[in-house]
């Protein structure tokens, strides 16, 4: 908790710093302080108009004054030992007890124009700085003495003097607008804060899904915001690619590491235009290597085309960046077609990825190829082959499979009239 002030001077400054920048204190702290101040206003009005009536009118006008003096003795003790909480509890006492005071000493209900209705700044103040539960003994307390007001308001209406009807007119209208005045303004900033507070949280939360949506892929971080922690799934047939840039290391040594990190930035955000281009879902990055998938989590029948149409520019995206940064990149791409299993890892740091044995065949696919080439699985080749050209590669030494036949894809099929 943030500490009080020492004076009302200050302690007034602090409330419109609060005020204006709420998060320099609590929204506790600057509603004590507005109730505080008006009471005080309020008080000063009180010991004015009644020291006024003449000296047998002093006895009254020592309730006020003596919420000021135990409020502000209050304010300074707190202020140096800095405890807060004893000091909301002691504006709080004031608060109902010294209208209560008021109205019994001018004489009840009429003579003083109801001014125990002041005591209501209590439990609203209780409720808006400790909080609901706490803001319950405060209320009863109020109605407690309400009622008592009432039983007793004969005997205090006996011992009433005489006030003159135009002082019993501004009191009313003192008591009618001021606790209004008062109540609306708390209100007001109390609302004020929760628009504020509620728009910084729409804020957070749209910057939250937005970084969910960088993570994981829209359907699946819909799925874990609708509580759906257990995620995977089995796709029949998807295509998945991985692309490595070649001779990226030794081409690191020669660079700074914000040279590194600014051209494969380069690199992969065209990547990423690519794969938003053709609606494919980029997986992840492992250091200089690439890994998308099409046809999961949201399933297409056209995955394999996608994919190659990616690849195809991928090359040109990365000629490009190469003739702007002088330098010569270049990279091997693989491509697998089949099924795979693919769902959400980590409880923290969540991660969407692909598992089985279409997974390591397109890895496969990626680490035999061949510089500058797009070397793909005869099930890719057999889904495209419709509608692209293709080399053979036979006796390719595939890790766990042996010799295999592979394809080179060469390009799209000229089409002929």
């Not at 707190?78 to 004031?94: A, C, G, H, I």
């Not at 003192?174 to 628009?195: D, H, P, W």
């Not at 030494?397 to 089409?415: A, H, M, S, W, Y």
């Amino acid at each position: 908790m943030s500490e009080l002030v020492a004076s009302p001077s200050i302690f007034t400054r602090d409330f419109w710093v609060n005020l204006a920048n709420p998060s320099s204190s609590t929204l506790s702290k600057s509603i004590l302080t507005f109730l505080v101040i008006a009471e005080s206003l309020v008080c000063f009005f009180w010991i004015y108009t009644l020291s006024g009536l003449g000296e047998g009118y002093a006895f009254i006008a020592a309730v006020p004054y003596a919420y000021l003096v135990v409020s502000y003795v209050s304010l300074f003790l707190f202020y140096r030992f800095k405890r807060f909480e004893y000091f909301t509890f002691t504006q709080l006492v004031m608060l109902l007890v010294m209208p209560f005071f008021m109205q019994w000493a001018i004489g009840g209900f009429a003579a003083s124009s109801g001014v125990a209705i002041w005591a209501i700044l209590c439990p609203v103040g209780a409720l808006m700085i400790l909080g609901t539960r706490q803001s319950t003994p405060w209320f009863f307390l109020f109605f407690f003495l309400a009622i008592i007001s009432w039983v007793l308001n004969n005997r205090f209406a006996s011992n009433a003097l005489p006030i003159p009807t135009n002082v019993k007119d501004a009191f009313f209208l003192m008591n009618i607008t001021g606790t209004a005045s008062i109540l609306y303004g708390v209100l007001r900033y109390f609302q004020g804060q929760k628009e504020r507070v509620m728009a910084s949280l729409e804020l957070e939360q749209a910057r939250s899904e937005k970084l969910l949506l960088n993570i994981l892929p829209a359907p699946i971080a819909e799925r874990l915001k609708a509580n759906d922690m257990r995620i995977a799934d089995h796709y029949d047939n998807v295509t998945v690619m991985f692309a490595d840039l070649i001779n990226f290391t030794q081409l690191s040594e020669k660079m700074t590491p914000t040279q590194l990190i600014e051209l494969l930035s380069q690199v992969f955000l065209r990547f990423d235009d690519l794969a938003e281009k053709y609606q494919v879902e980029k997986i992840k990055t492992i250091g200089d290597a690439y890994m998308v998938i099409s046809g999961a989590p949201v399933a297409c029948d056209d995955h394999a085309e996608r994919i190659a149409k990616m690849a195809l520019d991928m090359h040109a995206a990365l000629k490009e960046v190469s003739a702007v940064n002088g330098v010569d990149l270049n990279m091997r791409i693989g491509i697998n077609t089949g099924p795979v299993v693919a769902g959400v890892i980590g409880s923290a740091k969540f991660s969407y990825d692909l598992w089985g044995d279409t997974v390591n065949m397109a890895s496969r696919m990626e680490s035999t190829g061949i510089l500058g080439a797009i070397q793909v699985s005869q099930s890719t080749q057999k889904a495209l082959q419709n509608t692209y050209e293709f080399s053979v590669r036979t006796g390719v030494e595939v890790k766990g499979k042996g010799k295999l036949d592979t394809f080179i894809l060469e390009g799209q099929k000229q089409l002929t009239n």
